[in-house]
T-cell receptor, first 114, second 113 residues
Framework: GENVEQHPSTLSVQEGDSAVIKCTYS??????FPWYKQELGKGPQLIID?????GEKKDQRIAVTLNKTAKHFSLHITETQPEDSAVYFC?????????????FGTGTRLLVSP | ETGVTQTPRHLVMGMTNKKSLKCEQH?????MYWYKQSAKKPLELMFV???????ENNSVPSRFSPECPNSSHLFLHLHTLQPEDSALYLC????????????FGSGTQLSVL
């Protein structure tokens, strides 16, 4: 089955700096890679996702890159702001299950200091 | 308002109690999920329902009993839980069981004493 590893577990940056969170996956057949943001007291919310037929996707200050050969994908946040402080989760699908079964990483706690 | 509403937000129960968690989605989705979130562990999928039919039971102990009366409502009935069951229980929905975009509720923080 799919195995997802996420690093780092915590990340502290100054406001305005960039932040990068990396994930690796094990199943080369995986074709969809979402990133979720979980703020305190809330459930995870999808912020960006990428499919295996593209290498990069951007949405304003956030971007995701995918390296299928190396089986890793990364979340990039530029010009960080205090409201970016949250826990971020990557995920990859467990294939051949016939239904949606995402395998999540263990999460990265991002702290953006003013 | 995320479109997925969970009640209660917090629940404290003894090991001999019976309680239920409720989830309602207002997004017109057909698939609903229960996840368990424990500290320093990945999100764990517990159950999947697609068009009210259970399609996945991820080796969950029988003290957790799901119920899906329709595509908009999902319950998790709890009985004789253990302290290690204390966690945040998250409900999610998606358009279909093969649609990847999950929409999560805010969860129920459960403490078992």
């Amino acid at each position: 089955g799919e195995n997802v590893e996420q690093h780092p577990s915590t990340l502290s940056v100054q406001e305005g700096d960039s932040a990068v969170i990396k994930c690796t996956y094990s199943d080369s057949a995986s074709n969809y890679f979402p990133w979720y943001k979980q703020e305190l007291g809330k459930g995870p919310q999808l912020i960006i996702d990428i499919r295996s037929n593209v290498g990069e996707k951007k949405d304003q200050r956030i971007a995701v890159t995918l390296n299928k050969t190396a089986k890793h994908f990364s979340l990039h946040i530029t010009e960080t702001q205090p409201e970016d402080s949250a826990v971020y989760f990557c995920a990859a699908p467990q294939m051949n299950t016939g239904f949606q079964k995402l395998v999540f990483g263990t999460g990265t706690r991002l702290l953006v200091s003013p | 308002e995320t479109g997925v509403t969970q009640t209660p937000r917090h629940l404290v129960m003894g090991m001999t109690n019976k309680k239920s968690l409720k989830c309602e989605q207002h997004l017109g989705h057909n698939a609903m999920y229960w996840y368990k979130q424990s500290a320093k562990k990945p999100l764990e999928l517990m159950f999947v329902y697609n068009f009210k039919e259970q399609t996945e039971n991820n080796s969950v102990p029988s003290r957790f009993s799901p119920e899906c009366p329709n595509s908009s409502h999902l319950f998790l009935h709890l009985h004789t839980l253990q302290p290690e069951d204390s966690a945040l229980y998250l409900c999610a929905s998606s358009r279909g069981a093969t649609n990847e975009k999950l929409f999560f509720g805010s969860g129920t923080q459960l403490s078992v004493l």
